[in-house]
């Protein structure tokens, strides 16, 4: 499997624990699910995120290694009092997600962003910290190195990668 290679750093939300991926759902049982794909979050209930925090999803499929399939800026988000956030697809934009709920007290961000939360196929499920933007579709991995390019300033705090097909690699 492909995976950007970073050095770990935990960073801590203000006043609390770090902030962690906790549940990402890549790839519900059909199309007509996809907006039931989502994003948890773990750290300190009432903390707030630090400025430059991102939870970004990296195409790591041959064809475009490094590009980002999607970036949620969480900078300044308050975690839930149960001390999650949870990043959805806007019902009112998107579609909505039958029968699904979330936990009490979680923080919900929604997206409205290419039917999409997640990537699938070969992706990196990064958090990260960075003084630089990151958007939709940027390349952070320039020379296809499976390391993230160094000019963007980018602090891997957690992060997972996985390939549903060895033809994507």
Do not use: K, M
């Not at 049982?29 to 907006?35: G, T």
């Not at 019902?91 to 290419?114: F, H, K, M």
């Not at 992706?123 to 933007?133: K, M, R």
């Amino acid at each position: 499997t492909q995976a950007f290679t970073q050095f770990w750093s935990p960073a801590q939300a203000q006043g609390g624990a770090p902030l962690l991926l906790s549940e990402v759902e890549i790839d519900p049982p059909s199309a007509s699910d996809d907006a039931c794909q989502y994003v948890e979050l773990r750290g300190a209930a009432s903390s707030v995120v630090p400025a430059g925090t991102f939870f970004v999803s990296v195409n790591g499929d041959s064809g475009s290694f490094g590009s980002v399939t999607n970036a949620v800026d969480l900078s300044g988000v308050t975690v839930g009092t149960n001390g999650t956030i949870t990043i959805i697809l806007d019902p009112v934009n998107i579609a909505e997600c039958v029968g699904r709920t979330y936990g009490s007290g979680t923080t919900q961000i929604l997206v409205d962003d290419a039917f999409s939360v997640v990537g699938v196929g070969a992706e990196s499920y990064l958090l990260v910290n960075t003084p630089l933007p990151i958007a939709d579709g940027d390349d952070i991995d320039s020379n296809n190195d499976e390391v993230i390019d160094p000019a963007r300033q980018i602090t891997v705090l957690d992060g997972f990668a996985q390939t549903v097909n060895n033809t994507l690699q």
